[in-house]
């Protein structure tokens, strides 16, 4: 019998390569067919390894879900940016590789970023998904978020719907 960690902790300069690899993997995933292909490829190539050293060395809020030896998924999230919303905390960004994705680890990462959130005294959270990514937007209804706002963002030619879902503690 063997036992595999699942840990959550804050990233490390060292898994930059790891983020990158899991935002490219989980993003050609969620939003092949969505997001028009040329700027979908725009969008992921941005965030190479170095644009995610950079920011994990000027102190974002990266955790990261590690299942053995495989960074499975991440979640960035701080200080709501939006300032027609009122909520302390946001998460910007919660992404797991395909392969991990519906075994509960987004739940387990969407729980550490609002328990870190909370802790700093960041009591209500919002996060934003776009309106056609459905599994996204089940999964966070699955987890109480409450839909409060919509709003669109282009991507190329097309505009996409957007809606965010807000808990409050």
Known sequence: MSTTLI???????????????THDDAWRSA??????GTELEK?????????WESAIRKGSRISVL?????????ANYGRNRARSLFYDG???????????QGLGFG?????SARRDLLQSGLKSLVVWALADNDPAVEFYRALGGRAVARSSERFGTRTLDKV????RS
């Open 7 to 21: 840990e959550i902790r804050q990233a490390k300069p060292a898994d930059a390569p790891a983020v990158a690899a």
């Open 31 to 36: 939003y092949q067919g969505i997001i028009p």
């Open 43 to 51: 969008l992921i190539s941005r965030r190479g390894p170095d644009w």
């Open 66 to 74: 590690g299942f053995g030896d495989t960074l499975a998924g991440y």
């Open 90 to 100: 946001e998460i910007y960004e919660l992404y797991l590789r395909p392969e991990f």
């Open 107 to 111: 739940r387990r990462l969407f729980s």
């Open 164 to 167: 965010a879902f807000a808990w």
